[in-house]
């Protein structure tokens, strides 16, 4: 069965330019979350979607956008890059919206320059 | 504010070791807890997960956790150390009744030595 798969794996943009990634869950998982891991640091909560509705926000500016679609795949996408959105972007699902386990996919690798 | 600390940013255990990781949250009631590992390139792997109940935890790859409630931690142990376990490892919670939402810490190293 296929884990949880991102998309690009790795990216460069410069300033102010805008990108998006994207996600699809583990098969049945109804639960969307993104997270940012910068270098030397733990993931930070950005999103959780369930039943494509946002079901959490963490503390990142409004250049933060996401989107659940109805095959529960997902976009996560930032405005106006800045050098510090150059980060490692997790998603992971899981099947229901409480705490539970969260699979991870390998994550998209962003450099912005 | 709710915290998790992981006070060593790199540690480094022989081969065949016993290894202790260490991490304390500050919350206002008992989280859920939880451990994953990230190997270079990787995404990251759930160990075990503590919710209620037994506070010695199993999980996988050999490891365990024991959840102190009067000292906010819950390290991670391991009694034999292999080489393939070099990698960053995260202790993470979530607040009970919410959403999966988790909250990390910065994460430990663990290089293992010949």
């Known amino acids: 069965d296929a884990g949880v798969t991102q998309s690009p794996t790795h990216l460069i943009k410069t300033r102010g330019q805008h990108v998006t990634l994207r996600c699809s869950p583990i098969?049945?998982?109804?639960?969307v979350s993104w997270y940012q891991q910068v270098l030397g640091q733990g993931p930070q909560f950005i999103f959780q979607?369930?039943?494509?509705?946002?079901?959490g926000r963490g503390n990142f500016p409004d250049r933060f956008s996401a989107r659940q679609f109805p095959n529960y795949s997902s976009e996560l996408n930032v405005n106006a890059l800045l050098l510090g959105d150059s980060a490692l972007y997790l998603c992971?699902?899981?099947?229901?919206?409480?705490?539970?386990?969260?699979?991870f996919g390998e994550g998209s690798r962003l450099t912005v320059l | 504010a709710q915290s998790v600390t992981q006070p060593d940013i790199h540690i480094t255990v022989s081969e065949g070791a016993s290894l202790e990781l260490r991490c304390n949250y500050s919350y206002g009631a008992t989280p859920y807890l939880f451990w994953y590992v990230q190997s270079p390139g990787q995404g990251l792997q759930l160990l075990l997960k503590y919710f209620s109940g037994d506070t010695l935890v199993q999980g996988i790859k050999g490891f365990e956790a024991e959840f102190k409630r009067s000292q906010s931690s819950f390290n991670l142990r391991k009694p034999s150390v292999h080489w393939s376990d070099a990698a960053e490892y995260f202790c993470a919670v979530a607040l009970r009744g919410g959403y999966s939402t988790l909250t990390f810490g910065k994460g430990t190293m663990l290089l293992v030595s010949p």
């Open positions: 979607y369930y039943e494509k509705e946002e079901r």
């Open positions: 098969s049945g998982h109804k639960s």
């Open positions: 992971a699902s899981s099947s229901g919206q409480g705490v539970g386990e969260l699979f």
